[in-house]
Structure formats: structure tokens, C-alpha cells
């Protein structure tokens, strides 16, 4: 079994894809918008160019997303997408990229748990937790 995120945003999942692709150096492998969708004709015109499936390759793992349709959006909340790394330089280079301009709600430090943690949502909404165990 393999288990992979599904991210759900509100009109901006193109620019959330593509700054997470920057991120974390994986690889939009599939983009698909409503409007090369068959039931194109049944979307508003002003939903056209929004995503209705994108998935990043990161390797051995997906992250994929889409658009809610329009009225169905709602904020993320119970939940952090966490990420593991052994780097400590690349899950400080990972957590202050997606710090830019959103909100840490845990500063990127040592633990009793690990070497580096820290807790943020990002500016597209979405909570991600990041977790570095050990020093190399």
C-alpha cells in the first residue's frame, strides 16, 4: 500500500503545485485543467483554467491536488501534512521555503524528539509539520 497526500485549494492550486515543485525539486508529471476535461461544458467558464488533477512526483512519493469546485473549498484544519528528512540543511532549506509568507506555528528548532521540528502553514493554507531526526 501506498499512502499520498491529496491537497484540496480554492482557485490556486497551479501556483500552490509550482511553488511546492520549487520546494521540494520534485516534478509536475500530471496537469489537467477542467477545461480539457470531457465534461468541460459543464464547468463556469470562470473555473476553465483551474486544476482538476495535479500531482507532483517527489520520488518515492506523490503529492497530488485539484480545485474544489466552486462553493465546495473548505480551509484545511485537523490535520499537518509532515514531512521526514535527514538532512538537517535540507529540512531547514524545505521549512523556511515554505514559511515564506505564511505562518509558523512552530519554529523550525531542537526537540526532545529531534534534531529540528517545526510547524507552519504555508501561503496557500495548507499545515505541513517538518521533521529532521538526527544531525548528519
Given at each position: 500500500?501506498?499512502?499520498?497526500?491529496?491537497?484540496?485549494?480554492?482557485?490556486?492550486?497551479?501556483?500552490?503545485?509550482?511553488?511546492?515543485?520549487?520546494?521540494?525539486?520534485?516534478?509536475?508529471?500530471?496537469?489537467?485543467?477542467?477545461?480539457?476535461?470531457?465534461?468541460?461544458?459543464?464547468?463556469?467558464?470562470?473555473?476553465?483554467?483551474?486544476?482538476?488533477?495535479?500531482?507532483?512526483?517527489?520520488?518515492?512519493?506523490?503529492?497530488?491536488?485539484?480545485?474544489?469546485p466552486p462553493g465546495?473549498?473548505?480551509?484545511?484544519?485537523?490535520?499537518?501534512?509532515?514531512?521526514?528528512?535527514?538532512?538537517?540543511?535540507?529540512?531547514?532549506?524545505?521549512?523556511?521555503?515554505?514559511?515564506?509568507?505564511?505562518?509558523?506555528?512552530?519554529?523550525?528548532?531542537?526537540?526532545?524528539?529531534?534534531?529540528?521540528?517545526?510547524?507552519?502553514?504555508?501561503?496557500?493554507?495548507?499545515?505541513?509539520?517538518?521533521?529532521?531526526?538526527?544531525a548528519v
Amino acid at each position: 500500500m501506498q499512502l499520498n497526500s491529496y491537497l484540496m485549494f480554492n482557485g490556486n492550486c497551479d501556483a500552490a503545485f509550482k511553488f511546492y515543485e520549487h520546494c521540494f525539486g520534485g516534478k509536475i508529471v500530471t496537469r489537467m485543467t477542467h477545461q480539457e476535461a470531457p465534461s468541460a461544458e459543464n464547468v463556469p467558464s470562470n473555473w476553465q483554467d483551474k486544476i482538476m488533477h495535479i500531482c507532483l512526483d517527489l520520488g518515492e512519493r506523490l503529492l497530488m491536488g485539484s480545485d474544489s469546485p466552486p462553493g465546495y473549498f473548505e480551509s484545511p484544519q485537523g490535520f499537518y501534512v509532515q514531512i521526514s528528512l535527514d538532512d538537517p540543511a535540507e529540512a531547514d532549506r524545505i521549512f523556511q521555503a515554505l514559511a515564506e509568507n505564511g505562518t509558523i506555528r512552530m519554529p523550525f528548532e531542537q526537540t526532545f524528539w529531534a534534531f529540528r521540528f517545526g510547524m507552519l502553514v504555508d501561503q496557500f493554507g495548507t499545515p505541513w509539520m517538518i521533521n529532521c531526526e538526527k544531525a548528519v
